[in-house]
């Protein structure tokens, strides 16, 4: 039976941040509320779209209506639709990484919160030489991530063992979903969060450079 190879998206293959966090100010500042530093945004991506601009509100407006957080929230979706791949970029060594490991006895997969339109548009346009098995992203009618449920569904669907496979990523979300599915959780420091996160939320071990991948098969 095959190893599966399954990344996070964002801060993991692609750095996404300043599109993320220009879209979510696009959207904070046409509603009169005020924008963040770029750089902030790492700390708020991770769990949805929902949660980055929930993250995102100042504290005196993070019990504003639903129904107008609903409308910010949509403003913040449309915005990033509209500029998904303006500055995002694949991490230093990936696309490289990612070549070689397609040439293994592996399956490469993507399972991200990112809705996933967003998510497999990002892959296809970025990463159109690499034979993903799966990219899955977040939907209504799956729960994201940490809960392993789309990620034990898509590995079953691609005949992989849970145990024999690699969950790759760059939060404490990541290798929480690992544990939850019992795979082996691989911590990348590039990403947004950062060694100490990963390490304390138990990643079994710490890649610094794209490189590394490869040494995981």
């Known amino acids: ?5 399954v990344f996070d998206l964002d801060g993991t293959v692609l750095n ?12 904070l500042a046409a509603f009169d509320l ?14 949805g779209f929902y949660m980055i601009v929930k993250r995102a509100l100042p504290d005196n407006a993070k019990s504003m209506a639903e129904e107008r957080f609903l409308e910010l929230l949509n403003a913040a979706k449309q915005a990033y639709a509209a500029a998904l791949c303006v ?3 694949p991490y230093p ?9 397609a040439q293994k006895e592996v399956s490469l997969c993507v399972l ?3 809705p996933e339109a967003m998510t497999q548009a990002l892959i296809a346009y970025y990463f159109p030489q690499i034979p993903f098995a799966r990219v899955y992203g977040g939907r209504e009618d799956f729960p994201l991530k940490p809960d392993p449920t789309r990620l034990l569904g898509m590995l079953d669907e691609i005949g992989c063992k849970p145990c024999q496979s690699f969950f790759i990523g760059d939060s404490s979300v990541d290798m929480m979903t690992a544990h939850a599915a019992q795979m082996t959780a691989i911590g990348v420091s590039w990403g947004f969060r950062g060694a100490k996160e990963l ?3 138990g990643a079994s071990r710490l890649l610094n450079e794209a490189s590394e991948l490869t040494s995981l098969i």
Do not use: F, W
């Open 1 to 5: 039976m095959q190893t599966a190879l």
């Open 16 to 27: 996404t941040l300043n599109d993320i966090g220009t879209a979510c100010n696009t959207a």
């Open 199 to 201: 390490l304390q939320h």
């Open 87 to 89: 500055h995002t970029r």
């Open 112 to 114: 991200s919160n990112k």
């Open 34 to 47: 005020p924008v963040h530093p770029l750089k902030s945004y790492e700390q708020m991506v991770g769990n």
């Open 93 to 101: 060594g990936i696309v490289e990484a990612l070549t070689v490991l």
